[in-house]
């Protein structure tokens, strides 16, 4: 079953399209990866679902409810968040007033409260930075900070803009694993990450993007496996057989 369909959608800033007749699928309760360069249209794409970028055509629909140009304060409403690239935390507000501002539409209480404690659960580190202002934490912490905020919430949707991005190898490893944790408690998650070899180990399913255009798609341990893919995101040296390098099948 698909939780997310993306068709035909179009993108653009002014007279600059970004995004192409984007057609994608995203079935409940998977990781699916987006992967492309900068420029891509990657960080573009989660922004439209947000509402934050609107769409110049096509339609994109959640849990069978169109939420095409959406208005962003009404995501949360429709069950989707986003951690954003470069995190974007309140950095004079404490953690724990960061992780709140997830909340901000929920009623404190019992279920807020154990909430709070299901991310200080996956990120343990944070449990004694509560206090501390998030601008004075390292990256890491402020990523771990990010993707708490999201989970409150209570996203059934969680969009993960380059969470690896400046981070420490244990660190990403970290992420990773609380990454597959969050999924397998029935989250959804679109993936976008430059970290080609760690999107694809994490998803089932992934989508490159090239120059505003989907290119290729497939499962996620095919495209490990695609000549093309591995030469230009997975650091392979076989540029010369780009041209016969069998790709997965391009979504119509």
Known sequence: MSSLEVRDLKVAYGNVVVLHDINLSVAAGSIVCILGANGAGKSSF?????????????RITWEGRDITNIHPCDSGAHGIAM????????????????????????????AFDAD?????????????????????????????????RALMTQARLLLLDEPS?????LIISHLAK???????EGMTIVLVEQNAR???????????????CLALQGPSSELLNNSHVNDIYLGGTSRGNRETAQKPAVAT
């Open 178 to 184: 609380i990454i597959t944790a969050i999924n397998r």
């Open 46 to 58: 989660l922004k439209c679902i947000m509402g934050l970028v609107h769409a110049r055509a096509g």
């Open 165 to 169: 991005l400046g981070l420490a190898p």
């Open 83 to 110: 951690s954003p690239e470069g995190r974007r935390l309140f950095p004079d507000l404490s953690v724990y007033e960061n992780l709140c501002v997830g909340g901000y539409r929920r009623r404190r209480g019992a």
């Open 198 to 212: 760690l999107a694809l180990k994490l998803s089932q399913y992934g989508y490159v993007f090239e120059s505003g």
């Open 116 to 148: 709070i404690e299901r991310v200080l659960t996956y990120f343990p580190r944070l449990r004694d930075r509560l206090q501390q202002a998030a601008g004075s934490l390292s990256g890491g912490e402020q990523q771990m900070v990010a993707i708490g």
